[in-house]
C-alpha cells in the first residue's frame, strides 16, 4: 500500500483510529495512576589512572577506560551492597539495594553516572551518598598493589549525589505521549485489516462492475427529512440532494428504453434494509407530481410498511384482491394528486405462490390499462423467492444497494437471481450514500 491508500483508510476509518487512541490514552492514564512514584539521586564519578614510569597519557587513558566495564559491574555487585547495607539507617538488603543502583558508563569517556531509584526520596538520598563514600573507597582497596605502592587507579566524584525535586517514574507526558502514538499505529492498523476484510459496496463504479448495469442514481442520506402526519423518511425538502437524486432517477427510469416503455416497475434490492420503500414511496410522488396517473403497490407481503409510511390502512389491499375477497376499487387509496396506494392487506400463508398466481398476472395487466405507472415495492431477493418472482412479471427492475453495507456477494446474487428468471434489470441505485461521498451515474 501506498501513502496515498493508508490516508484513504485512515479516512475511511477514523472512528477507529479514534477509539484505539482514547483507548491507549486511557491505558496510558491508567498506568500512570497505578505506578508508584520513584525519585532519583544522581551523582557522577572520574576514573582517575597512576601513570607508571615510562608510560604515555595514551596508555593510561586506554587504561581507564578499559576498567569502566569492571567498575560497573562493582556498582551493581553485591560487595559494594553489602557494604552500603552495613548503614542500619537504610534498613534495606543488599540485593535491594542492587535492584536501586543503575549505572551508565560511555566508553568515549572514563565518567560514571549511577542513579539510585527509591518510592521515598531521603532514602535514595542516602544509599546515594553511602555509595559515594564506599565505592571509591572500594575501588582502592582492589587497586591497591601488594608492595603497597600507589593506586593503579582511583575513583574521584564529579557530581556529588543530588536528589531530583519531581519523581522520575512515572512520567506521565512521556506516558501519553507514547499511548497516543502506539494508539495511532494500532488503529491504523485495525483500519487496514478492516478495510481489507471489508466486502461491502463503496463507489458507484465498482456497483456498475459488478451488477454489469448502470448505476442510475445515487440516493444520498437525508437526516432532516420531513417526519409528519401523512408522509414519512422518504419526503425532503424539494430542494435537497437526496431529493434531486430522485428527480434524477425519475429520468432515467422515463428514458431506460423508448422502444420498451416502462409501466410496471420493481423496486427491489439483495437484503432487507437498504430504502426500497421509502425510494419507491419518493419515486411515486415525484411521477405524479410530473402529471402522471400512478400507483404504488406494496408487494412485501411478509413485512408491509408502506400502508405506515403514507399513512393509510393497510389491512385490505393486494392479498385482498387475489383471493377474491374484495374487488380493486374497493382496496385502493388515493394519497394526493395523480397518486393511489394499493397496500399489502393480510399477511398470507403462501407469499410466493400467490405473487406467482395466474391472477397476479392478471391484476397486472388491468393496473397497466388503469396507471400511466405502476410502482411495486418487491421483497429483497436473496432471503425469499418473492422478490424474483415479482420482478418477473414486471417490465423493469431496479435494484437498490446499500452504500458501504451490501457485499460485493450480495449484489452478485441479486443479479444471479434476476438472470434466473429473466427479469429485465434496468439499472442500480446506489442508498444512504454518505453527502460527502462522490454521487454520480455510472
Excluded at 475511511?12 to 539521586?41: C, E, F, K
Excluded at 483500519?191 to 471489508?198: C, F, L, N, S, T
Excluded at 444497494?401 to 443479479?415: E, I, M, W
Aim: glycine share 8%; charged share 20%.
Amino acid at each position: 500500500m501506498e501513502l496515498r491508500d493508508y490516508l484513504r483508510v485512515a479516512r475511511r476509518q477514523w472512528w477507529v483510529v479514534a477509539l484505539t487512541v482514547v483507548a491507549a490514552m486511557g491505558i496510558a492514564t491508567l498506568y500512570t495512576a497505578h505506578t508508584t512514584p520513584l525519585y532519583a539521586s544522581a551523582a557522577q564519578y572520574f576514573v582517575a589512572t597512576a601513570n607508571a614510569e615510562g608510560s604515555s597519557a595514551l596508555e593510561g587513558s586506554m587504561f581507564a577506560t578499559n576498567r569502566l566495564k569492571t567498575y560497573e559491574a562493582v556498582l551493581k555487585g553485591e560487595r559494594l551492597a553489602k557494604l552500603i547495607a552495613a548503614n542500619d539507617d537504610l534498613s534495606l538488603t543488599p540485593a535491594q539495594i542492587q535492584d536501586r543502583i543503575s549505572v551508565v558508563t560511555d566508553s568515549a569517556t572514563v565518567l560514571i553516572d549511577v542513579t539510585v531509584e527509591d518510592a521515598v526520596p531521603e532514602r535514595a538520598q542516602a544509599v546515594a551518598e553511602e555509595l559515594a563514600v564506599q565505592f571509591p573507597a572500594l575501588v582502592k582497596q582492589l587497586e591497591l598493589p601488594d608492595n603497597g605502592k600507589t593506586a593503579a587507579a582511583t575513583i574521584e566524584t564529579m557530581v556529588p549525589p543530588k536528589l531530583s525535586e519531581n519523581p522520575v517514574v512515572p512520567r506521565p507526558m512521556h506516558n501519553l505521549a507514547l499511548g497516543v502514538a502506539m494508539g495511532l499505529l494500532i488503529g491504523t492498523a485495525l483500519g487496514v485489516v478492516r478495510e481489507i476484510a471489508d466486502s461491502s459496496v463503496r463507489e458507484p463504479g465498482q456497483l456498475r462492475e459488478l451488477a454489469g448495469a448502470p448505476v442510475l442514481a445515487c440516493i444520498p442520506v437525508d437526516r432532516k427529512a420531513a417526519r409528519r402526519r401523512g408522509g414519512g423518511p422518504f419526503l425532503s425538502d424539494r430542494d435537497s440532494r437526496r431529493a434531486e437524486a430522485l428527480r434524477q432517477l425519475r429520468t432515467s427510469v422515463q428514458y431506460a428504453n423508448r422502444d420498451r416503455p416502462v409501466k410496471t416497475l420493481a423496486v427491489t434490492s439483495a437484503m432487507p434494509g437498504e430504502g426500497r420503500s421509502s425510494t419507491a414511496c419518493g419515486l411515486a410522488i415525484l411521477f405524479a407530481e410530473a402529471g402522471q396517473q400512478v400507483l404504488i403497490v406494496d408487494a412485501e407481503l411478509r413485512r408491509p410498511r408502506l400502508a405506515a409510511f403514507l399513512g393509510r390502512e393497510g389491512s385490505a389491499g393486494l392479498t385482498t384482491v387475489l383471493v377474491g375477497a374484495a374487488s380493486l376499487d374497493q382496496v385502493l387509496q388515493p394519497w394526493g394528486t395523480g397518486l393511489w396506494l394499493l397496500s399489502s392487506g393480510h399477511p398470507p400463508p403462501n407469499p410466493s405462490e400467490l405473487l406467482g398466481s395466474q391472477r397476479m398476472g392478471d391484476l397486472l395487466d388491468e393496473l397497466r390499462a388503469r396507471f400511466d405507472l405502476v410502482i411495486l415495492d418487491s421483497p429483497p431477493l436473496l432471503p425469499v423467492a418473492d422478490g424474483a418472482v415479482v420482478a418477473a412479471r414486471t417490465d423493469g427492475a431496479l435494484l437498490l444497494v446499500r452504500s458501504r453495507k451490501t457485499t460485493s456477494a450480495q449484489v452478485t446474487g441479486a443479479v444471479r437471481a434476476l438472470k434466473q428468471v429473466d427479469a429485465r434489470l434496468l439499472g442500480c441505485v446506489f442508498t444512504m450514500v454518505k453527502s460527502r461521498q462522490a454521487c454520480y451515474a455510472a
